[in-house]
């Protein structure tokens, strides 16, 4: 039965639509009767059922409980909820930087709501502000919004996960109550000290589970090195506090009288102290997780119920997805599953031996036994969500492990202590352990971070083979299904020799505002600008690489439209990472291979590349300069215009009349109201026209003026914001056009974010 309820909450993985009221009755009406008419297996049926009515229940209650809310001006009263950790009490006058700060909605115009509504609001107010603070606000509200790309991270399935959909601005501001709650006097004492030291992030995710300060190069080098796992509060964590708080328990109880030794006492003790370092981390869901399959090992421990591990893990699995079914979404509740599924295989399946169980100088062969095969097993969930793996992640775990969990998870805990009952000296001497450990560690990752590998999706079965290298040992079936496996392995290596079905391929990235496009043939690619780029990051570290590395291209060529940041920003990073690609632009201060000139012809592949705009190179292209090319194969054709106005449009008009005509048009600047001309549009006469832009831009693109001249002229019109990656795919004969919302990847969630409105 426990099995039952998590196979009846996993179609909320995949459906592309949630049952309708209708159907959801009639479900649950035929469940029902499963279970109280029939018995044995049907009711485990009927289980399965009512888990599945539960979970889509729960996922409806919950949109429809915030979809009033979104887009909408709110006098709310609020409690602020995230702890802050920018500002320690020594340095409150320092300037504070925006940032997204967690409330919790009490009441709304003054009328109190029946449960509160959680939201992100972008705090860029003066005031100090701090967890349990109260505050009458007025917010502008709006949906999480993100990326939807192929190989790309999904922010939509992980608001709906966390409960984080809602996202606000505020514009007036009231602090009604000034009293920070525990979790920040604590918080406060504890920043004292670790403002002083250079590893502060990593400080802060292990003490208090906050990773908002964690620091982009260390982060990059944990992931990249195989250890993120140690920096983020999970069950390991949780289940050391329980270890270290049940042996003190246990020494101290060793000094009692015989009548206050009671056997379970150091458990409830351990118990409690891991449900306040879980309270302490702001109960997030990896450490909320944690505590509550702790709870349940617990009370199987005390009805001393003789069963499997395996039985116990169902159970607990079972029982978080009834508190929560959209945990299901999560890729942390993977992740924390598939651990320790993957720990209990493999010591069923791939036992030490007693004498090496026991002796202490085994303890090395026990430890590379045990992470050998964790590095093997986890693969398939690795390459699933970070799309590689590293390759020292078996010799980086050996060094971090021991120092994570012997020394500094250890002195932040007993420095927590310390600091709380103001024991300067020796709280400042822990911290300052705590920081060395991680100075000797990230000398070491950063010393060994040098191989970490981008796989292919082509690729995923072979990382299986560490499941079935060691279930082939076990069972021996290689004595007798030899060729078999030999069948089997050969099936894994077939991406190498796989053929695309389409001649060519043509993906309009969603990179919200600004536009980048990939021309491919499955193998290698050529790019049309490369998105922006941003403080921190940009459009191709976030979507065009995970792109590329999902579908295994190689960039062979790189073209810029023009020298605006939404379309260039990204031009810097792709040409580190690819060298040998060419250049080509209307730019004559970048290094072009070639020249984007009108009437110049170029070949690649089986593609002709017909420059049409500008007649002559400028030192930094407008708009009005927009690199405009037509691709062909001599059947169907694309219209690329980078960001041309109304101007040029009727320029090209003029040169070239019938020959603008193309299958598929990029939408000229955004689709603003000074392109888009209405010859223009009737030469070119394209079946779709395509548009990059993001949702809630402040300029209102695509406009409406725009969208309605398409429709009049019978143009399909298709916007990243609401379809996601639009993908077109080339025949010899046909043409087809997909969309990562709709036909890629369609979800019930995606299609609920897709209906929202456009514009705030």
């Known amino acids: 039965m426990a099995i039952a309820v998590s196979l009846g909450c996993l179609p909320l993985m995949f459906l592309p639509w949630l049952p309708s009221d209708i159907c959801w009755f009639i479900l649950a009406s035929i469940a029902i009767i499963f279970a109280v008419k029939l018995k044995r297996y049907f009711t485990v049926v009927a289980v399965f059922g009512l888990s599945f009515l539960w979970s889509t229940a729960a996922a409806k209650h919950y949109l429809s409980s915030i979809e009033p809310y979104i887009d909408q001006t709110l006098e709310v009263t609020a409690k602020v909820e995230s702890i802050n950790t920018q500002i320690s009490s020594q340095f409150q006058t320092k300037l504070i930087n925006p940032h997204y700060v967690k409330f919790s909605i009490i009441s709304i115009a003054d009328q109190p709501l029946s449960s509160p509504i959680s939201v992100a609001i972008y705090w860029e107010q003066p005031n100090l502000i701090k967890a349990g603070q109260i505050w009458q606000l007025t917010i502008k509200t709006k949906a999480v919004h993100s990326y939807l790309n ?36 604590i918080v406060d004492k504890c920043l004292f000290y670790i403002d002083l030291f250079s590893y502060r992030d990593i400080l802060l995710a292990l003490g208090f589970g906050d990773r ?35 042996i003190l328990t246990k020494w101290f109880v060793f000094f009692l009288p015989q009548r206050f030794n009671y056997f379970f006492l150091p458990i409830i003790i351990g118990w409690l102290v891991s449900l306040s370092y879980t309270w302490l981390t702001g109960f997030n869901p990896p450490a909320l997780r944690a505590i509550l399959a702790l709870s349940m090992w617990i009370y199987l421990r005390y009805k001393n119920n003789q069963i499997s591990a395996w039985q116990k893990i169902n159970r607990i699995i079972a029982l978080l997805l009834i508190v929560d079914p959209l945990m299901i979404l999560s890729e942390s509740f993977w992740l924390s599953c598939y651990a320790v599924i993957s720990l209990i295989f493999l010591f069923d399946w791939l036992p030490l031996p007693k004498t090496i169980k026991s002796k202490k100088r085994w303890y090395l062969f026990r430890l590379l036994h045990l992470q050998f095969g964790l590095t093997l097993l986890l693969l398939p969930i690795q390459l699933y969500v970070f799309h590689g793996f590293s390759a020292v992640s078996l010799v980086s775990n050996l060094i971090a492990i021991p120092i994570i969990c012997l020394i500094t998870f250890p002195s932040i805990l007993l420095a927590l202590l ?16 705590a920081q060395t450990s991680l100075e000797w560690l990230f000398y070491c990752l950063d010393y060994l971070n040098l191989m970490w590998l981008n796989i292919s999706m082509d ?11 060691l279930i082939v040992i076990r069972t021996a079936v290689w004595r007798r299904f030899s060729f078999t496996l ?27 505002h ?4 990939v021309i491919h043939n499955g193998e290698s690619a050529v790019l049309y600008d490369t998105g922006a780029k941003w403080v921190n990051s940009s459009a191709a570290e976030q979507v065009i690489i995970p792109y590329l590395l999902w579908h295994n291209l190689q960039v062979e060529g790189i073209i810029i439209s023009h020298s605006h940041n939404d379309h260039i920003g990204g031009l810097s990073y792709l040409q580190q990472r690819y060298p040998n690609a060419w250049l080509m632009s209307s730019s004559s201060n970048l290094q072009n291979n070639y020249d984007c000139l009108a009437n110049r012809h170029y ?20 708009n009005a300069d927009s690199c405009v090319i037509q691709i062909t194969d001599g059947r169907f054709s694309v219209l690329l215009t980078g960001d041309l106005e109304r101007k040029q449009e009727y320029d090209l008009v003029l040169q070239h009349k019938q020959a603008l005509s193309s299958t598929i048009l990029q939408t000229p600047h955004h689709g603003s109201n000074t392109s888009s001309s209405y010859p223009f549009l009737t030469y070119v006469n394209p079946v779709n026209t395509l548009t990059s832009t993001s949702r809630y831009n402040p300029w209102h693109l695509p406009a409406n003026k725009i969208t309605d001249r398409y429709k009049e002229l019978d143009i399909n019109y298709y916007v990243t914001a609401k379809e996601g990656q639009i993908s077109l795919f080339f025949y010899p004969t046909s043409w087809q056009q997909k969309t990562m919302r709709y036909d890629l990847y369609p979800r019930w969630y995606h299609d609920w974010f897709g209906s929202l409105p456009f514009y705030e």
């Open 486 to 512: 030999l069948i089997i392995f050969v099936i894994a290596l077939s991406p190498f020799y796989k053929q695309s079905e389409y001649l060519w391929r043509m993906d309009m990235l969603d990179v919200g």
């Open 459 to 469: 690729f995923y079965f072979l990382s299986l083979f560490g499941w079935l290298t």
């Open 150 to 185: 192929e190989g790309g991270f999904d922010n939509q399935r992980f608001a709906i996960a966390n409960k984080s959909i809602l996202k606000a601005k505020v514009s007036k501001s009231v602090l009604l109550t000034d009293k920070p709650d525990l979790r920040q006097i």
């Open 418 to 433: 310390f600091s709380l009952i103001d024991c300067f000296y020796i709280a400042l001497w822990l911290w300052f352990i």
């Open 514 to 517: 600004g536009l980048a496009i």
């Open 603 to 622: 070949y690649w592949k089986n593609l002709q590349f017909k420059v049409l705009w500008p007649t002559k190179l400028v030192n930094n292209p407008d």
């Open 212 to 246: 908002s300060q964690m620091e982009i190069h260390h982060r990059i080098t944990m992931m990249q090195t195989g250890v993120a796992h140690l920096m983020a509060i999970s069950g390991m964590h949780i289940l050391l506090v329980f270890s270290i708080s049940y």
